[in-house]
């Protein structure tokens, strides 16, 4: 049967930062900082000179947004032969369609994992797939999208737009995210091949497309929008180039007149708008305009009439008298490299000297999966003690993942009674704990946290904009050297508290990220209800040392009609709804469909006919209606204050994550009353397990190989390599540079999950926790996971969460796929009751009822060998293989032996686990092997890594347990685990 497309899910698992976002307008990177493409003097549209003092940005990143590959296989990539941008400005937004043209130059069909790298902040709303017109090898046209690109930026647009360049076009459309999973698991189980896109981190979505017809061109279009970066009184809209674009062609259309490009282009005129055509430019093509001059962007929908501006309020400036000491955190992982990490030490610099008169005593935290003070103590804010960190800092190896709970939690350990917290980060935590709202509480009562947004892509501006909101501090934009001066004291303003923000003629107003205190310079975006013609200023009602005072700020210099209004209005609206999770889940829901916003709670599914969406109950919903009658400030409101608490505890958030279980649309809930009565019992400390820093040695750059340095600086990563370098290593520091690995690649939870298996095999049993929960929040269909938490919690000696781990996947009937899944957790089970030490007499009570129900049902009081494997990647078949003394193998095909031995249920849907246990051992030698039986056939190159657990004497007072990891690289390959050698039977009869 011939297939154009598989499914696609595009599912957001993270928190979505609110499009603009609270932040003041004010830095400066060290040496290396280049000027932006706006430089003084460049020239202007016509030939004329730039204004003279255009301010500079940054040096850009190495790894640029829109940067984009189809990978094949684990080292194989297809080339991009042909990219084409169409970019739309309206006043501070812009909405941006990409087309990418892959070629598969191979001679067989393949599947491929799509990964792109988004601006700051950005939010897709569009993904399609499909086989372009064009053969492989003949010289690539001009493709005409449309004449504006501004008219041709909507979903159905698009499709009508490329209806004659592509075959078999597939769109995907909004839906609920675990409507979504399902689909998605149930389509590859029919054999149909599904292509799954998932947000992985900040700014980075990675696709599974299918199929890539042999020496074919095959097109992928995303659109998403992104607001512009205030740089001195401009906007500016920067489209970084990425390298190998092949042939690249770039329209920028810009509403209104004035505005400037780099590399210098005269526009074409357009009714009310400028359009400015670029081919094959190299590096960044930027357009500027100036931010005085920016409209309030006013549209509608069929829910209503909406409003977006950015606004920068005059607020009264007041001295305040700030903390004389301050811990700086300072991000040493792999995303800080090395760019991000010239501008840290410059605000380090930049925020010691400007406050020596008021900031008299600091630390310095270097971090990233690790943690490690400068000093031991406080010390004296010195030009000779600044001098000291920064060159000790130039020596420091940029590598790792970003454990930002842990650099928190070691912040919160000064001893002083209050202090500010500069964090020198992005805020994009992939390692350890997740949710900002627990990261949110770290710091406690006597921290003020102040942050910085830079530009750069791959920030997690909606994680700043909390811990800032938590503590009472703020975020500040930085954006350039020049603002350096402005930036490194603005937090010694006063704050003013935010009591009330409302539009006259507007309702249902918001400001992005939700600020509670506001700075002076802070820009703000705002969005809301209202048609354009009757609205009025922005009104703040602020408040400040019982002093109260009304701030009003023109909405813009004039109107204008956007399709970018309402959905600028729908990611507010829908970020602050999620914000507060399962309380206002229904309603976020109806948000995100409406206006496309991809999240945590909808995802963009692709299926291939209307049968199947029929088949999986997808059908339009009036969401709508639900959008025009539940506005999102009112609901919020509403239910911010009982939610708001809960998310921080960890008790609820275990719940929760349960109670989402119970709804799996692929999952049968089987919960015991007697496993909720107990976790009703459990205080909120034993859900809790804070992120922990990998206790590492190698911290300088002259520590390591040359080569991995330099590799290291271009996030350039070879998971061989690493995998090398780690052996190297060993202890901790092995741990360290496979965490780069999931720095580079967020939200792999095939990546995540063979990282923690080795974190198991190195004893770093809280890093594992970690890496599972993440996987867990994001494929929660899966029970596996669960099983590998609570081996990891009971290892690190904490037995009651252990105990609702190990109960999770034996709550619910799974999907066949999974095999004898229960039968092995019940004997893992089985065992950590036997051993079980708790003080808590609930817990000792149901553990001992629990215990004497499993040892009835799984009558083994001991067994002489028990060998149990899983594994890190799905649709693969690997199958455990032990061969007795007696030659005899015990496999799938032959699951017992004559002496006893017995495996587990054949798995071949992917994970595992599979079992082999043996109550009496023969004396001799056993070999325990893996056979890599089947992995994904459209792959050029896949690697899986198995987990595997040999205990021997099990449930004896001798038992002994061995752990190994081993990478399988090639399908139909036998590996060896490990041999064993027993004098014989342990057990008497």
Known sequence: MHRHVGPVVLAVFGAVTACGGMAAK????????????????????GGGAARATEPETWKRSSLVSNTARVMVGDREQLALRAMQTRVAIDGFRARVVIDYLYENDRDRQLEGTFQLRLPEDATPYFFAFGESV???????????????????????QIMVARAEAWRGPR???MVPREVAQHAYRETVQARVDPALVEWAGAGVFSARVFPLAPHRLHRIVVGYDVDLVHIGDDLEYRFDQPAGAGASSIDISVAGTGARATPAATPAAQPGRELFHFDNASGAVAVRTRAAAAPVLAGSDAAGAYFAARVAPALPAVAASTNDTAVLLVDTSLSSNPDRFNIYLALLRGVLDANRDTLKRFNVLFWSVDAHWYSPQLLDNT??????????ANTLALEGATDLGAALAEAARVEAPRYDVFLLSDGAATWGESSIHALGKTLGERATLYGYQTGLAGGDNAALAHLARATGGAVFTVTGEAELPRVAVAHRARPWRLVGATV????????AGRPTSLFPDQDLVVVGRGAAASLGALVLELEQGGRRTTVKTPLGAAALGSPLAARAYGQIATAQLEELEDATADVARAYATNFRVTGRTCSLLMLESEADYARFNIRPENDARTVATSPASSVFAATVARAEAALADPKAAFLAHLARLEKLPNVRPLIAPEFRALLAKLPPEVFAVPSAPVPSRLRAKAQLPSALVARLAKQDLDYDALTAEARRRGGPDALKALSSLVEANPGDAVLARDVGFSALELGLRTQAYHLFRRVAAARPQEPQTYRAMAQALAQMGRPELALAYFEL??????????????TIVELDYLRFLRKLETSDPAVRAYAAHRLEGLAKRINLPRADVVVSITWNTDATDVDLHVTEPSGEECFYQHRDTRSGGRLTQDVTQGYGPEMYVLPRSPAGTYRVRAHYYASDRNRMSARSKVYATIIEDWGTPAERVTERTVTLESGKDMHDLATIVRKGAAIAR
Do not use: C, K
């Not at 006259?504 to 400001?511: H, I, N, P, Y």
């Open 504 to 511: 006259a003629g507007g309702t249902d107003v918001m400001l």
């Open 171 to 173: 769109e995907a459309r």
């Open 383 to 392: 030009p000779a003690n600044v001098d000291a960190v920064l060159s000790f």
């Open 134 to 156: 064009h053969e492989a090898r003949a010289p690539i046209p001009q493709l005409v999208i449309a004449t504006d690109p501004g008219a041709a930026s909507e979903p159905a």
């Open 26 to 45: 004010s830095a400066r990177p060290s040496a290396e900082y280049a000027p932006s493409p706006m430089a003084a003097g460049a020239a202007a549209p």
């Open 809 to 822: 996947p034996l709550s619910a009937v799974w999907e066949p796929r999974f095999g004898d899944l229960r």
